[in-house]
């Protein structure tokens, strides 16, 4: 069944190779003659816009639906429609994806030394993570398709949002997930939501390659980010984002880079909103990733991006524990078209700025606050301006991760690593839990010296 191809309504979207630009089938992956990755275009809006539409009428419908009570209208992802490939509504699974908010950041402002700091956090989906945007659209389709079973392989948060939807669109599904390097909220996600999940004695890329056989050779719907319609779904975010700026793009987009497809769906998304009228230039969209997973930013410095050199992936941002990213040609081709940068931070660097987002009271995980870790580089560097606009892009949630924090207050995150010296650095934003006798003087004393 997976080499039947489903018929599908091409008059408004087509799969399109990203290399030798021939139309696929719409339950592709890749090119079946260069094996390049594929994207989904929409070859009526030059003519006339989506649904018909120009900027300015698409602005005030998406902004109407807004007190609607229709589920479509209250998904912040299927509030956007007109610029995702149409999929009957019937088929649709939404949990109410999407409308997360911008947090302004003064304090992570200041200690990166720009004048104002915006954040978009992701994290605030249903399943704790931005893979739901995507995941609603990519699902939606698998059940439009007449697929039972989709599958993913993942560092924990697309493993989450598969599961969630595949649940609640009454599909079978598969995780693939590496034994013992994802955290342990991710997993039990999974677990609660009736995925089938295996943890394979291999890393991330070692899961893929498993998966990429197993869909060749089985009924299974591939939900991994190389999956186009996810994507689309993922666009969304920026939509939502410009709009919560009024239309005004700031002059800086930072996110984190793993797979590298989350760049890519922000990038698309910019590219249309400009082809389409919305905002008349672009934001630098810049990529940033752990040193320890960190193969676009070798590919950029090594090969100017001619090819891709993966590396063998060791990062606590887990989340972003990749070697071998799939997306990274999309990626590349946004940060040169809207002149961004790639930037790769430590795990001490990463452990600082994500104490310091959580000091905000926002919080997120690891992989997320590479964003503010990255920006600091980039002041300093000189490539941001303090008095540019910036937006970090959170990807997930604080609790996604609890144990990395624990660890860190506590003083155990870098316990015997080669780190440990170096981690001193990090006492001073550390507050460990403390333990007392049930002694109303030994409160009070407390919150005296804490005071003084
Ligand atoms: N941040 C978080 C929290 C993630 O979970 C991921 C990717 C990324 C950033 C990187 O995004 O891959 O689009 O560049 N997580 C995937 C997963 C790989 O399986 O959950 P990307």
Not at 254 to 266: C, F, H, K, Q, R
Not at 317 to 337: C, D, F, H, Y
Request: proline share 5%; glycine share 8%.
């Amino acid at each position: 069944m997976a080499n039947e191809a489903i018929k599908a309504d091409t008059s408004v979207s087509q799969l399109r190779c990203i290399g030798c630009g021939r139309v696929a089938l719409p339950d592709r992956f890749r090119c079946e003659h260069c094996r390049d990755l594929l994207e989904i275009v929409f070859p009526g809006w030059a003519e006339q816009g989506p649904a018909g539409l120009n900027a300015e009428d698409l602005k005030q419908l998406w902004a109407g639906r807004q007190s609607s009570f229709d589920p479509a209208d209250r998904s912040g992802v299927w509030r956007f429609r007109e610029i995702l490939p149409e999929i009957t509504k019937q088929k649709v699974i939404t949990i109410k994806e999407g409308n997360t908010p911008v947090y302004e950041l003064p304090r992570c402002a200041r200690s990166a030394g720009v004048e104002e700091l915006f954040a978009k956090h992701q994290g605030m989906n249903r399943s704790g993570s931005f893979k739901d945007t995507g995941m609603t659209v990519a699902a939606s389709f698998a059940r439009l398709a007449g697929y039972r079973w989709v599958a993913c392989a993942s560092t924990g948060n697309t493993s989450a949002s598969m599961a969630a939807y595949a649940a609640r669109g009454g599909l079978h599904s598969l995780v693939l997930i590496p034994e013992g390097k994802i955290s342990w909220s991710k997993l039990s996600q999974s677990l609660d939501y009736g995925a089938i999940t295996c943890q394979l004695k291999t890393d991330f890329d070692g899961c893929v390659r498993v998966l990429n056989e197993v869909v060749q050779r089985m009924p299974v719907y591939l939900l991994n980010s190389v999956n186009p319609y996810r994507v689309e779904g993922q666009k969304t975010v920026a939509f939502e984002l410009l709009e919560q700026l009024g239309w005004e793009p700031p002059e800086h987009i930072i996110v984190p880079g793993g797979n590298l497809a989350n760049s890519s769906a922000i990038g698309k998304a910019m590219r249309e909103m400009k082809q389409l009228g919305f905002i008349s230039r672009l934001p630098k969209i810049s990529v940033i990733q752990a040193e320890g997973a960190n193969p676009l930013v070798r590919s950029i410095r090594e090969n100017g991006g001619e090819k891709l050199i993966p590396v063998h992936a060791e990062t606590m941002a887990t989340a972003i524990r990749i070697g071998n990213p799939a997306s990274w040609k999309k990626a590349l081709r946004v940060i040169r078209e809207s002149e961004g940068t790639v930037e790769q931070v430590s795990e001490i660097e990463i452990a600082i700025a994500k104490a310091e987002i959580g000091a905000e009271g926002i919080g997120c995980e690891p992989a997320s606050a590479v964003t503010l870790a990255g920006l600091k580089k980039l002041v300093t560097q000189g490539f941001v301006k303090p008095h540019e606009s910036v937006v970090l892009i959170l990807t997930g949630h604080a609790l996604k991760d609890a144990d990395f924090t624990l660890k860190f207050h506590r003083g155990d995150l870098f316990a015997g690593t080669p780190l440990e010296s170096e981690s001193e650095i990090l006492k001073g934003q550390q507050r460990a839990p403390l333990v007392l006798e049930p002694n109303v003087d030994a409160v009070i004393d407390l919150l005296r010296s804490a005071e003084g």
